[in-house]
């Protein structure tokens, strides 16, 4: 089942830790093999951390987001991938930018396959970053056609340096976001999130931009 949560700032500064705290123990409801993060922090560079086991094993790994412009998370379910092989756990690769995944990529031997790709685990969900990387184009339309090769429901937040992007991508599983007035969280689950809750528009792609002084949304719809 996996959950994921993310964040982007609107003004420049980092998420509340605690409530990122509160968002991925709400999270692991939906799956305690394995927790993993990326963020983009103040230095400008993409930071990544995965262990097996749950959230709440690990939440303290949270504190380095603070002072982040964007954060992706994971909870994860494993369907493919023993989880003991870090690897297998998300975030994972997509190009220049990282991954999280909530489905089950039902098609990915056929896409490594059709697209000639390498991967490197056991996990479904490389693919995507793989696609990802493979395609061309802004993010958005890369996550667009990544998101149609596969026939199965879907959620995915990335994140992107030089500009600051989070992508968003929802197809068919839950995602949710709410409003503080220093940043968008985002989450699988309502539980946890600030403000009015509403959801992501389902079979949509979106890129939220920070670009040093406000957010850009650039949407895409999926149509597949
Ligand atoms: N299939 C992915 C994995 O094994 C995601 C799991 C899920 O969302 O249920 O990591």
């Given at each position: 089942m996996c959950g994921i949560f993310g964040f982007i700032t609107t003004h420049g500064k980092g998420p509340d830790v605690a409530r990122l705290r509160r968002i991925a123990a709400e999270t692991q409801r939906r799956g305690h093999h394995a927790f993993g993060l990326a963020w983009l922090g103040r230095d400008g560079a993409i930071h990544t951390f995965k262990r097996p086991g749950p959230a709440t094993a690990n939440?303290?790994?949270?504190?380095?987001?603070?002072?982040?412009?964007v954060v992706i998370g994971h909870c994860r379910w494993a369907?493919?991938?023993?989880?003991?092989?870090?690897?297998?756990?998300?975030?994972?690769?997509?190009?220049r930018g990282w991954l999280v995944h909530n489905g089950v990529v039902v098609n990915h031997a056929r896409l490594v396959r059709r697209f000639h790709l390498a991967p490197?685990?056991?996990?479904?969900?490389e693919v995507l970053g793989l696609l990802i990387s493979r395609f061309a184009g802004s993010i958005g339309w890369r996550a667009v056609q990544t998101a149609r090769c596969v026939t199965a429901p879907l959620a995915m937040l990335g994140v992107w340096r030089r500009p600051a992007r989070l992508l968003v991508v929802r197809g068919g599983k839950p995602l949710w976001f709410g409003h503080t007035a220093g940043g968008i969280y985002f989450g699988s689950?309502?539980?946890?999130?600030?403000?009015?809750v509403a959801a992501i528009n389902d079979e949509c792609a979106g890129v939220l931009t920070f670009d040093g002084h406000g957010l850009r949304h650039d949407a895409y719809a999926i149509d597949r």
């Open positions: 939440l303290g790994d949270l504190s380095p987001c603070r002072g982040a412009s369907t493919h991938g023993d989880p003991a092989d870090n690897c297998n756990n998300h975030p994972h690769a997509a190009g490197q685990t056991e996990c479904d969900s689950l309502p539980e946890g999130l600030p403000g009015k």
